[in-house]
């Protein structure tokens, strides 16, 4: 496929091959978001199911194709103006954070399927590929316009699946307030991304970068607002206190598999962009997005495990409320190295991306298993999984492996070893206050963790059982969800056997 060329002389030529492997895994979530939706016209109510496999399958063929890019030399749609600027690189980074978005798609269809006879089946499937496609499109953008486009690419179902729910008013609200404060987000990085353009007068994050090393001294005040505006827009996107006050009511609002889906794949769009704009972007203007990032991470985590910490264990849905909690407070430790590399190498980038690898697998895990709770414990309370070990021992032993993880406790060793990463990164940075501020959550993180893990092999009171209601056809648990806390339990144990399958990429740079 090529574009016209401009013919006249002297003129430079427009034609540019497009590059259909390096683009194939956004396509190809995109195209069978179409193939389901269409689909959805010709299948009785009987063969619903089937959309939901088809998803699967979809999701597995986008993941297929990254083993092909793995050398991370492809680019395409590039100017042909000598500039070798171009809109989308298949480099390391966009293949790594691409295959965490899609896995994490597909653990959410997994958690999915059979799980949406109350939901439209067809929108359904079609929103969460749509939403798919453009996260694993954004990592790739090397330009301002291809960035902005997949984002809200990816953002805009995600609202529609929060309140998909039909006759939810909690679902409808948290649509609601998710929605009004992503589109206050929107605005204000679309303001700093013109401001942006008007000082350098390009799109492409390399020549922006290149342009803004010497912006004229008129212009600079303007190219500092731009800056500015562009990260608070991406400090709503990521949940970054104090802009993350639509995470709780969201995910608690949201079907547990969107809530899931949320807090892995959408928190990863958000700094995949926050790392873009920055490393790639604005590096001459690292002496204002260093500090104001550094001090949004000691903010973010502080905020996010002292609300986790109060959460309440007989309080309705109050388990999905402390994991929104932590995930605020995970989201702090990922902000971490991206405030490093600031003062230093961008390869500090390397331990966000192995810090967000680990939280992935281990995040949707304990999501998987209170989905599982949720079947026999509508109210998914803390108190619900006091004696889960007694019922379902299997579940309880990977509920407290993944919460040990997150909480960088052995057996959890990944968990250990992640956050050791992100804390040597504010170190070597010379952000010793901030890794200070690190380590006293940490100490804080370990309260509600292993209050939580204890209760899982705690005798369970009288009448309060989990798992004890009739297991009849309504509480037999779907092989597609045992498959997705099967499949994480072995990525969490295979992780911390071998952590250097993902804490090599700190070592590295990516770009």
Same mark, same amino acid.
């Given at each position: 496929m090529t574009v016209a060329a401009d013919s006249a002389p002297g003129a430079a030529s427009l034609v540019q091959s497009v590059?259909?492997? #390096?683009? $194939?895994?956004?396509?190809? &979530? %995109?195209?069978?978001?179409?193939?389901v939706l269409v689909a959805d016209l010709f299948v009785g109510e009987r063969h619903k199911p089937l959309l939901g496999y088809g998803a699967v399958a979809g999701l597995v063929a986008a993941l297929a194709t990254l083993v092909p890019l793995r050398a991370g030399d492809r680019s395409t749609f590039c100017l042909t103006d000598g500039s070798q600027a171009c809109s989308y690189t298949a480099d390391h980074f966009a293949l790594v954070i691409q295959a965490l978005v899609l896995g994490g798609a597909l653990l959410t269809a997994l958690l999915s399927v059979g799980d949406t006879r109350k939901l439209p089946a067809g929108e359904f499937w079609f929103l969460l590929l749509a939403s798919? #496609?453009? $996260?694993?499109?954004?990592? &790739? %953008?090397?330009?301002?316009?291809?960035l902005v486009v997949a984002l809200e690419v990816a953002s805009l179902p995600a609202f529609a699946l929060v309140g998909i729910k039909r006759g939810d008013r909690r679902s409808s609200e948290a649509a609601l307030k998710f929605f009004l404060s992503s589109v206050v987000a929107t605005a204000v990085m679309l303001l700093g991304v013109s401001f942006v353009y008007?000082?350098?007068?390009?799109?492409?994050?390399?020549?922006?970068?290149?342009?803004?090393?010497?912006?004229?001294?008129?212009?600079?005040?303007?190219?500092?607002a731009g800056v500015v505006l562009t990260l608070v827009g991406f400090a709503f996107k990521t949940a970054a206190a104090p802009f993350h006050f639509w995470v709780p009511d969201t995910y608690v609002g949201a079907p547990l598999p969107i809530a899931a889906y949320l807090s892995v794949v959408g928190k990863a769009v958000g700094f995949s962009g926050l790392v873009l704009v920055t490393v790639i972007g604005f590096p001459s203007y690292a002496d204002v997005w260093g500090p104001a990032l550094?001090?949004?991470?000691?903010?973010?985590?502080?905020?996010?495990?002292?609300?986790?910490?109060?959460?309440?264990?007989?309080?309705a849905r109050s388990a999905v409320r402390l994991l929104a909690w932590s995930s605020v407070g995970q989201a702090g430790y990922l902000l971490v190295p991206i405030a490093a590399a600031a003062y230093s190498s961008d390869e500090q980038i390397g331990s966000t991306v192995a810090y967000a690898l680990m939280y992935a697998v281990v995040n949707l895990g304990a999501f998987a298993v209170a989905a599982l709770v949720a079947r026999t414990h509508p109210g998914n309370r803390?108190?619900?999984?006091?004696?889960?070990?007694?019922?379902?021992?299997?579940?309880?032993?990977a509920m407290g492996f993944f919460l040990l993880c997150l909480a960088g406790l052995p057996p959890g060793v990944i968990g250990l070893f992640a956050k050791v990463t992100v804390f040597s990164a504010a170190v070597d940075a010379g952000l010793g206050w901030l890794a200070v501020v690190m380590a006293v959550n940490v100490v804080i993180a370990l309260y509600y963790y292993l209050r939580w893990t204890a209760a899982l092999f705690t005798a369970p009171e009288a009448g309060t059982q989990p798992g004890t209601a009739p297991q009849g056809p309504g509480h037999r648990v779907p092989a597609p969800l045992t498959l997705a806390i099967v499949l994480t339990a072995v990525a969490g144990i295979t992780l911390s056997g071998a952590p250097q399958l993902i804490l090599r990429f700190a070592a590295v740079s990516l770009f």
């Open positions: 590059d259909w492997l #390096a683009i $194939a895994p956004p396509v190809i &979530a %995109a195209s069978v978001a179409l193939i798919a #496609a453009g $996260a694993a499109l954004l990592p &790739a %953008a090397r330009d301002l316009a291809t008007a000082t350098t007068g390009t799109m492409h994050l390399t020549e922006i970068a290149a342009r803004l090393d010497d912006v004229p001294g008129r212009f600079s005040t303007l190219a500092e550094a001090v949004l991470a000691a903010l973010t985590m502080t905020v996010g495990n002292v609300a986790a910490l109060r959460q309440t264990a007989t309080r803390l108190s619900d999984y006091r004696g889960l070990y007694a019922t379902r021992p299997l579940a309880a032993l």
